[in-house]
């Protein structure tokens, strides 16, 4: 009988605590109309029912939300990588233009992240840019399966770096505010779980769709799930900045804030870092199945197979 009170207390005990911490989550994303004053605002009662449970579940939803187009994303980014001697041969490309139509990917999404950065910064809706960046990228995914030459290829695979860029701009930003400070590294991590597990999925599939049916269509079923998930995203989004530590300096221009990120040694050696690690895993990620085919006799799906357990290894 104790050992049946104790865990019933112990139960009681975790789930007030899951509800006042949730329950101040979703007072902090709701009230978008209040003021910076409302800092100290009160607990709010608890809600029962399915609309209270609801509630508390919105950060996870989102959060899942997210890191499935976030998987979508990288599925349709290694597509290319996993068809590339399949697109040659069939539009006649030399392997400096199957190369470069991940480089032009590359050189746009660099480009354009940071427009789509400033513009959720000035005043631009979030949910704008995320439905406008999974359309731009899912439907030029869909849209490559009908190119005839290397310029119609490479148009549509630049505008998935458009696409992809708006996505990731404004979807780190939107984790930050459904979690609190101390949760947001944890959840950002789940997030970021995608990259890895996606990026295999796009080997595999793109390989073996490619050999079964054809590389056009590895395209337009890798970019329709997209398109799909469209629909998943008219949900309630939460306020920016609702959950950050209350801070009354002024926000900085574009150009200081740029000094300051030029001026602080451990951002400028953490970016040099994180640049060298990616041009050189790059490089391997976008040539990789096609030097398996080349010099081991495989097939592309067999290739994808290959590099797809070596990502998630």
């Known amino acids: 009988e104790a050992l049946c009170c104790s865990s019933t207390w112990n139960r009681l005990t975790i789930r007030a605590m899951l509800q006042r911490c949730w329950g101040r989550v979703w007072d902090a994303c709701s009230e978008s109309g209040s003021s910076s004053g409302d800092a100290e605002r009160r607990e709010p009662e608890e809600g029962g029912g399915v609309r209270g449970r609801w509630r508390r579940a919105t950060p996870y939803v989102g959060l899942a939300f997210l890191t499935l187009i976030n998987l979508i994303n990288y599925v349709d980014r290694y597509v290319p990588s996993a068809t590339k001697d399949l697109i040659k041969k069939d539009l006649g ?65 630049a505008c998935v770096g458009i696409g992809e860029a708006a996505y990731c701009a404004v979807s780190v930003t939107l984790i930050c505010d459904y979690f609190p400070e101390q949760r947001r590294s944890r959840m950002l991590t789940v997030y970021y779980t995608a990259i890895p597990i996606g990026s295999a999925i796009g080997y595999i599939l793109g390989g073996t769709l490619g050999d079964w049916i054809g590389w056009r269509y590895a395209f337009i079923f890798t970019g329709l799930p997209g398109l799909v998930c469209l629909a998943l995203i008219p949900m309630k989004l939460p306020r920016k900045g609702c959950l950050d530590s209350s801070n009354n300096s002024p926000t900085p221009s574009l150009w200081q804030g740029t000094k300051m990120l030029a001026t602080n040694r451990a951002y400028m050696f953490a970016t040099a870092g994180y640049i060298a690690i990616t041009f050189g895993i790059g490089a391997m990620a976008d040539w990789l199945p096609t030097f398996f085919s080349r010099n081991y006799n495989t097939s592309m799906s067999e290739a994808g197979f290959v590099v797809g357990a070596l990502v998630v290894a």
Not at 129 to 145: D, E, M, Q, R
Request: hydrophobic fraction near 50%.
């Open 93 to 157: 490309l030399s392997d400096f233009q199957t190369g470069f139509l991940f480089t032009a990917f590359v050189l746009v999404y660099m480009v354009t992240a940071p427009l789509f950065g400033y513009l959720s910064d000035r005043g631009i809706s979030r949910k704008i840019i995320l439905i406008s960046g999974v359309l731009i990228w899912s439907a030029s995914t869909c849209l490559t399966s009908l190119c005839v030459n290397f310029v119609t290829i490479l148009i549509p695979r």
